[in-house]
C-alpha cells in the first residue's frame, strides 16, 4: 500500500517537473533577446570639427592697413608689410615696414604757412621684433568649424623718418591672430612707434605715435 502511494506521489512530482520546465522554457524562447550594444553604445552622431592648423611652416608674409596717430599731427592711413618667422610655437622675429603721410599739425592750424615745418610729413618706419604667443587658443566660426587663436606681444627696436630726420624708434604692442586655413591668416594689431623729437618746443622730447591695423597673411 505504501509503495503504491509513494509511486502516485513520484508521478505527480515528475509531472509537475516537466510542466514548469516546459513552461520556464516556453518564456525564455518569448522573452526578446538581450542587446546590449544599444545599452552601452548608443551610436551616437560624432561632431565633425574642421580645425585650421599651421602645418609645418615657419615663415608668414602679409601686408596691413590700418590708422597711425601721429603725436601732434592727427590720424593718418597707414599701410605697409611685415614678415614672421616662427622660432618655435611659443616665440617668433617680426621684421615690419610701414608708411603714412601725416597731415596738419596744431602750429599749422593756428599759423597757416607756418615755415619751420618741412614739406616732407611722409612718415616712413620699419623695425624688427621679437613676439611672445602669450594665449594660444581656438574659435568658434559655427558649431562645427573651429579655427586657432593666438594673442601676442611684440617689443622691438628700428628706425622712423619723419620731418627730415631719422629717429632711432622703440617699439612694442599687442595683437590677435586668427588661422582661417592652414596657409591664410588675419591679424589686428596695436602698438606703440616711440621715439625722440625736438617738433614743436625746440626741446628734445619723447613723442608716442599709435597704430591700429588689420593684417592678411600667407604661411609658406
Request: no cysteine; aromatic share 18%; glycine share 6%.
Amino acid at each position: 500500500m505504501d509503495n503504491w502511494i509513494q509511486r502516485i506521489f513520484l508521478n505527480i512530482a515528475l509531472i509537475a517537473s516537466i510542466a514548469v520546465f516546459g513552461f520556464v522554457q516556453a518564456a525564455e524562447e518569448k522573452a526578446p533577446a538581450n542587446e546590449p550594444n544599444k545599452i552601452y553604445d548608443p551610436e551616437l552622431e560624432r561632431q565633425q570639427i574642421n580645425e585650421a592648423l599651421i602645418d609645418d611652416e615657419d615663415f608668414e608674409v602679409g601686408v596691413f592697413f590700418g590708422s597711425l596717430a601721429i603725436e601732434d599731427f592727427g590720424a593718418s592711413e597707414l599701410y605697409g608689410i611685415r614678415f614672421n618667422y616662427f622660432i618655435n610655437e611659443d616665440f617668433f622675429l617680426q621684421a615690419s615696414a610701414g608708411s603714412a603721410k601725416a597731415g596738419l599739425s596744431s602750429a599749422e592750424e593756428l599759423f597757416p604757412g607756418n615755415a619751420v615745418i618741412s614739406n616732407d610729413k611722409d612718415f616712413q618706419y620699419y623695425d624688427i621684433n621679437l613676439g611672445w604667443n602669450i594665449l594660444p587658443g581656438e574659435a568658434f566660426w559655427r558649431d562645427d568649424v573651429a579655427i586657432n587663436t593666438s594673442f601676442y606681444f611684440v617689443i622691438g627696436a628700428g628706425n622712423t623718418s619723419f620731418l627730415d630726420n631719422k629717429e632711432f624708434t622703440f617699439v612694442y604692442g599687442a595683437g590677435y591672430r586668427a588661422l582661417i586655413n592652414d596657409w591664410l591668416a588675419f591679424s589686428v594689431d596695436t602698438r606703440n612707434h616711440q621715439f625722440n623729437t625736438e617738433y614743436p618746443v625746440g626741446e628734445v622730447k619723447a613723442t608716442h605715435n599709435l597704430e591700429f591695423s588689420f593684417s592678411l597673411s600667407v604661411f609658406f
